[in-house]
Antibody, heavy 119, light 110 residues
Framework: EVQLVESGGGLVRPGGSMRLSCEASGFTFSRHSMAWVRQAPGKGLEFLAQSSPTGETAYYGASVKGRVTISKDNSRNILFLQMDGLTADDTALYYC????????????WGQGTLVTVSS | QSVLTQPPSVSAAPGQRVTISCSGSSSNIANAFVSWYQHLPGTAPRLLIYNNSERPSGIPDRFSASKSGASATLAITGLQAGDEAHYFCESWDHNLRAGVFGGGTKLTVL
């Protein structure tokens, strides 16, 4: 059974940083691209970042480019998201998702980890 | 302002058919695959459609989708109360070199 479990969310001060993790199981992690998507309160889904299966290539959403780094540890089946310079606009539920066939089509999602940016 | 444009809301009665549009451009939908997701509050998004019109296993054939040029459409037939949710389209944008989602459409089953 495919499982994606995010962690690392919580309360962060404005200007601070966070590192989210997504532990994957039930499939061959090294064969899939993986992504981070978020949903701010009352807003829609927003693409943040995607990593190629090997972790060598990454794509970033325009709104977070330059502040975000996605990384993929295929030896431990973990996906990471590092985000710096957090503002209140980064308050959201952060999901990791598995790309079905490297076409940005996400067939499995975690339950999300909530990040709240507040002083 | 989302790159892909969806109507904020649609509604229909149980048993009826509803369509949700997703409008993009030559930098995304017209030259990339479209996927569709159902999202209920408090749950993970669910992939309904990939490769413009393919359904993953387990998705009922009441859900279908099509693409024409820079627009895509999701259709749901035989509406059920359980279909009440937000629906999002998604595609790759060649100019942005990133994934892009529509703003989402809230489906209300009357």
């Amino acid at each position: 059974e495919v499982q994606l479990v995010e962690s690392g969310g919580g309360l962060v001060r404005p200007g601070g940083s966070m590192r989210l993790s997504c532990e994957a199981s039930g499939f061959t992690f090294s064969r899939h691209s993986m992504a981070w998507v978020r949903q701010a309160p009352g807003k829609g889904l927003e693409f943040l970042a995607q990593s190629s299966p090997t972790g060598e290539t990454a794509y970033y959403g325009a709104s977070v480019k330059g502040r975000v780094t996605i990384s993929k540890d295929n030896s431990r089946n973990i996906l990471f998201l590092q985000m710096d310079g957090l503002t209140a606009d980064d308050t959201a539920l952060y999901y990791c998702a598995r790309d079905l066939r490297q076409q940005l089509e996400y067939d499995y999602w975690g339950q999300g980890t909530l990040v709240t940016v507040s002083s | 302002q989302s790159v892909l444009t969806q109507p904020p809301s649609v509604s229909a009665a149980p048993g009826q058919r509803v369509t949700i549009s997703c409008s993009g451009s030559s930098s995304n939908i017209a030259n990339a695959f479209v996927s569709w997701y159902q999202h209920l509050p408090g749950t993970a998004p669910r992939l309904l459609i990939y490769n413009n019109s393919e359904r993953p296993s387990g998705i009922p054939d009441r859900f279908s989708a099509s693409k024409s040029g820079a627009s895509a459409t999701l259709a749901i037939t035989g509406l059920q109360a359980g279909d009440e949710a937000h629906y999002f389209c998604e595609s790759w944008d060649h100019n942005l070199r990133a994934g892009v989602f529509g703003g989402g459409t809230k489906l209300t089953v009357l």
